[in-house]
Each structure stands twice: as structure tokens, then as C-alpha cells.
């Protein structure tokens, strides 16, 4: 698969099969996630696997979208600094979308499907992964071998992206 079918193709899976991931699928998406550019090299990151179907059950309830965790082989949280309590600069978020964007597209290559889960309950969060107080977890990357495995093959949906010419603007706005 090339770079530009993996970003035209990749939708978002939300059910998966009952089966864990391959190890060196796990590796090349981590890999994947460590490999991604990052402000002045500052790789301010942290990543937190989670296999263990219990666990992933429980972090189903981080957040009122969430639900997919529990069915999911894996997931991955992923840790910076809080920006709130260590002056971390806003690149920070580019960061961590760089890495994200690296991991769902790795997976997809290997026809593992992904979907994000927002972090809405912090506390528990926190609690559930263990992570230092000056850290911060707003995100989790579900994995998956797809359920229905036409997933890695849905046709684009009419209307799921605005045209080129109504997110662009030359030179100025």
C-alpha cells in the first residue's frame, strides 16, 4: 500500500474481532508512533499499550464515545506533560497528532482498523493507566482486526469531506 492509498482509503473501525494483535503488528505501529516528527526533537511523549480485555473494559468509561475500547485487541494512550502545569508549548498537540496520524496509518496498512476515544473522565483516566500527575491524557487509539472485514475496502461516503475549494485559500483568507 503506498502513503496516498492509506490516507485516501483509512475510515474509522469501531468493531473488531475477538483476537489480539499481532506482536510485530503492535511493534510496527508503536514504531510507527516513536518514528514521527517531533518540535525540535522533544519526542514530549508517552505511550501506554493496553491489551488486557478487562482493562480496555474499563477504559471504555473514560469518555461517552469510548464504547469501542472494550471490544478493541489494543489500545494506546497516549501521555505528553500537561501544557497547564509544565509551560508546555501548543506544538505539543502536533506532536502527538503527527505520532496518532503514524500509528492509524501503520495499522491500516496491516489491516488493522482504529478510531480515536476522547478523554472525558481525567481522574479515571489517570487512575486506570497510572500516569504522573504533571502528565496528561486527552486521547486513546483503539486497535483492531476489523469485525466486518469489507471495512478495509468501504467506498467514501457522499458528503464526508468538504471540497478542496471550501477549505483553501491562496495567499490570504
Known sequence: ??????IDTTRAVRKFQDRPLEPDHLDRILNAARRAGSSKNQQRWDFILCTD?????QLAEV????AHLAGAAAAVALVVPDPAVNEA???IMWDLGRAAQN???????LGIGSVPATVYNHD???QLLGYPPEHWCEFLLSFG???????LTW??????????????HYEKW
Open 155 to 168: 467506498a467514501k461516503r457522499a458528503g464526508g469531506r468538504k471540497p478542496l475549494e471550501a477549505v483553501v
Open 124 to 126: 479515571l483516566a489517570r
Open 89 to 91: 508549548p501548543y506544538s
Open 53 to 57: 480485555r478487562e482493562h480496555l473494559a
Open 103 to 109: 500509528m492509524t496509518l501503520a495499522a491500516w496498512e
Open 145 to 151: 482486526y476489523p469485525l466486518d472485514p469489507e471495512a
Open 1 to 6: 500500500m503506498d502513503t496516498w492509498q492509506a
Open 63 to 66: 469518555g461517552p464515545f469510548a
